[in-house]
């Protein structure tokens, strides 16, 4: 063999080896490629966990969430108007044991545990009150043989009455032989039941209201976690090796309602709504003149029909946007006075009628005034009182007629124009119809005089008045007063002004003469006997129907059947020479061919809250100044033996001290300081002398 | 060193364990206070750690002791703070037949001139 041929068989060779491990290494990864498929397929479809495995890969350490307790929302005495705490879920397992007990074959355990459940019935029975010890043990027994694992005992008890229940025969004996089973929830209380609830809200998933929505950042606090061992005795302990990080509780919340408040006028409104069917709601708010401080906000409404439950179901107050009817009144008479259109209240105007002309209603009042009064001219002060349109339509013609946006401007000046900023969200926007807008119409102008043609909210409505009765200055509402941490306060929210004048303190004064009026002589005499003076404004303003409500009627205002819905208003502020509290009561009807006024149920709840507000303090007007010094013992009784001593002004107590020390006897009238004595002071006494005394 | 004296260093090893002279053999009497040094800290690492569980342990049932006592505290503040309320008073003393009602005045305050 030739050299050459020698290398090319060397060649050979070497491929040929070369094909061979190509050829394994090839069979191996196809083989391994099987493998790792049939591996894919038999844990898909075959595999099943083995417990001893999965527990070697588990971590020694586990991760503990802490949940951060909520913070309470406290009245402005402190008094919790929502506090958090869990509340437990009690089930059963009635299966408990069954099957170990039919595996012995030994009647008497299963009986025993039956005996155990028929006592626990009658346990369960006394504690609950909610079914009798038969219906009970009924349940448990026929879940037993039903095989129940889950039979629920009872539902949101609290952890007093679970302690007292944990003790209970058969449940004492734990979840393997009693079944006993506990789910616990986080619960927010309510102490005081509905009051104040829409005020308050709620965060339930994604509904959310009230101040629990708005403050959610400052009570909800903080998660915390930290990483748990289990120690050698089976017990979960903090890894102090791993990071940790606290929980944080939420932040208490102060606001400014007075719960007393709260109670009187949601008491006051329930009974005026109650009474009468064709009422569909209420609402009250009472605001400190002073500072815009809410010390209470009532949100009364039935549902669809007045069988149906009175609950604090809508926030009416910050959200029902409304024409509010006459009590607008007062707005226009504000701008007129302001403006100086209206010089004195006394200043008169024609009657004409009642016609104003451009196409308004006839005031038929006015002709009842005509016909009283035989005469052609009204005064402000009385257009006012009788809360009359005309007067008001006239006066808004004649002043603003060639610039209504002067009397617009003043609109806005008074926030009207917008939802201002409130610590509920939600605030409802106002409308006005002002000249450019595409309702504007020829009549706007003095329909806006008298309350209609602009729809804005009760709070609008009572945070004006308020303005009024802090002679000017308007005040922004306000529900928090500050944020706490265990009593210590991290954030103080002051009173602040919307608006730092509204009028002059001489138009603001003016105009609460015209406000006293018409409770003293108007609309609203059904609050003259108030036990404290009030100044106010009834309006009674028709609601816009929905379509719904509507059906074929035409008319915006009325149904097919010719009902309309009402609200009627009373706003003003007591005490009125010096007010203190700025309170407004709406009442909303059902449709009805009724009419209701804010001078009769607004005004009869006023009068309600106002009485007892006057009788929970001194602070009205009840103060006794002691004109005359009362006796004093201004210097000690000089007792000489044998005389009888001066004890005028002195206590019984000192006087008999004093006689008895010198042996001398006493007799005494009434009660009081010593008036008068005898013996005369100085006398020389007798033995076993007698001193009468005269005690006033 | 090679195999052979490697194994023979192990067969003298196992026979001197047999006869209990290991320790001789390797001298451990020179290192006998560090040795039970190194027992001593084990010792008290171990105790440490369990203490240290002990403590822990506690502090946990303390926590749910406190945890408990919140809960409690907040059921009765809400139940007593429910009675607060002139609504509360009005209808608990009506259940009872009190005549007692809230006050039609307000209280007298005496100040001095």
């Known amino acids: 063999m030739s050299r050459k041929q020698s290398e090319i068989q060397d060649t050979i060779e070497n491929r040929d080896r070369i094909h061979v491990v190509m050829f394994f290494l090839s069979l191996l990864f196809l083989f391994l490629g099987l493998a790792i498929l049939v591996r894919i397929w038999h844990i898909q479809a075959t595999y099943t966990v083995d417990e001893r495995v999965i527990n070697l890969f588990r971590p020694a350490v586990q991760k ?86 889950y039979l629920r005992i009872q539902k949101n008890v609290d952890l007093s009455t679970l302690d007292k229940v944990k003790t209970f025969p058969l449940f004492k004996e734990g979840p393997y032989t009693g079944g006993f089973i506990v789910e616990k929830h986080e619960e927010r209380i309510y102490p005081y039941d509905s009051l104040a609830r829409r005020v308050i809200g709620y965060v339930k998933e994604q509904n959310r209201i009230g101040l629990e929505s708005s403050f959610d950042s400052e009570l909800h606090g903080r998660e915390g976690y930290e990483w748990r061992r289990v120690t050698d005795n089976k017990r979960w302990v903090r890894d102090l090796d791993s990071t940790q990080v606290k929980v944080q509780d939420g932040n208490d919340i102060r606001t400014t ?54 609950w604090e179901r809508e926030n009416l107050i910050l959200r029902e946007v409304g024409e509010q009817g006459s009590v607008m009144k007062t707005v226009t008479l504000v701008s007129l006075v302001e403006d100086g259109y209206v010089k004195t209240l006394d200043q008169t105007i024609p009657t004409n009628n009642g016609f104003v002309p451009g196409g308004y209603n006839q005031d038929v009042h006015i002709l009842d005034y005509q016909r009283e009064t035989g005469r052609r001219d009204i005064t402000v002060m009385h ?38 900023d409130f610590d509920i969200t939600g605030m409802g926007t106002p409308v006005i119809n002002r000249p450019g807008t595409p309702n504007w119409s ?86 003259k006997s108030a036990k404290l003076p009030v100044a106010g404004k009834t309006g009674t303003a028709r609601v816009v129907l929905s379509p719904k409500e509507r059906g074929r009627s035409t008319d915006p205002y009325s149904d097919e059947y010719g009902r309309k819905k009402f609200q009627g208003t009373f706003v003003g502020f007591f005490p009125a020479d010096a007010p203190k509290y700025t309170i407004l009561v709406t009442v909303y009807s059902y449709p009805s061919h009724r009419n209701f006024y804010g001078g009769t149920k607004p005004a009869l709840a006023i009068r309600e809250i106002v009485d007892k507000l006057y009788a929970l303090d001194g602070e009205w007007d009840a103060t006794i100044r002691s004109t005359a010094a009362l006796p004093q013992m201004e210097k000690e009784i000089t007792l000489k033996k044998g005389l009888v001593p001066d004890l005028k002004g002195y206590g019984l107590k000192d006087a008999l001290y004093a006689l008895e020390t010198l042996g001398m006897r006493c007799q005494y009238e009434g009660s009081g300081h010593v008036a008068s004595q005898s013996p005369a002071p100085g006398t020389k006494a007798k033995a076993d002398q007698t001193v009468k005394l005269i005690l006033k | 060193m090679n195999l052979s004296t490697l194994w023979e260093g192990i067969k003298n090893a196992f026979k001197a364990l047999r006869n209990g002279e290991f320790l001789l053999r390797i001298r451990a009497d020179k290192y006998y206070m560090h040795i039970m040094y190194l027992f001593l800290l084990m010792w008290v690492t171990i105790l440490l750690s369990l203490q240290v569980d002990k403590t822990l342990t506690k502090a946990g049932d303390n926590q749910a002791a406190i945890d408990q006592l919140r809960i409690h505290h907040a059921e009765k503040e809400a139940a007593l703070v429910k009675l607060h309320s002139a609504s509360a008073a009005e209808t608990r003393l009506k259940e009872l037949g009190v005549n007692l009602t809230l006050p039609q005045e307000p209280a007298t305050v005496i100040k001095k001139k």
Request: glycine fraction near 6%.
């Open chain 1, 442 to 527: 020829k009549t706007t102008l003095g329909t806006t005089a008298y309350g209609y043609s602009v729809a804005v909210t009760p709070l609008h409505i009572a945070t004006f008045y308020n303005g009024i009765a802090n002679k000017g200055r308007m005040m922004k509402p306000y529900l928090v007063e500050s944020v706490e941490k265990d009593g210590k306060v991290l954030k103080r929210f002051e009173p602040s002004a919307l608006n730092s004048s509204i009028c002059s303190q001489a138009t603001a004064d003016t105009v609460t003469r015209a406000l006293r009026s018409v409770v003293n002589e108007g609309t609203a005499t059904r609050l």
């Open chain 1, 257 to 310: 309602l007075n719960v007393d408040f709260q109670d009187i006028a949601d008491k006051a409104l329930r009974a005026q709504i109650q009474a009468d069917d064709e009422v569909r709601a209420g609402i009250c708010i009472i605001m400190e003149a002073k500072t815009g401080a809410i010390r209470a906000m009532v949100n009364l409404s039935r549902g669809d029909t007045p069988q149906t439950v009175l």
């Open chain 1, 383 to 420: 257009g006012f009182e009788i809360s009359s349109n005309y007067v008001f339509t006239w006066l808004a013609e004649t002043y603003y007629g060639k610039k209504p946006q002067e009397m617009f401007d003043h609109l806005y000046s008074y926030r009207f124009g917008e939802a201002f």
């Open chain 1, 64 to 149: 503990h969430v802490d949940y951060p307790v909520r913070g309470k929302i406290l009245a402005s005495d402190g008094r919790p108007l929502a506090i958090s705490a869990p509340l437990y879920d009690i089930y059963m397992d009635c299966t408990v044991r069954k099957a170990e007990y039919a595996e012995t074959g030994k009647d008497s355990l299963e009986r025993a545990w039956q005996n155990k459940a028929r006592d626990l019935s009658v346990y369960l029975s006394n504690e609950f009150r909610d079914k009798s010890a038969e219906a009970y043990a009924k349940a448990i027994l026929d879940g037993r043989a039903r095989g129940a694992k």
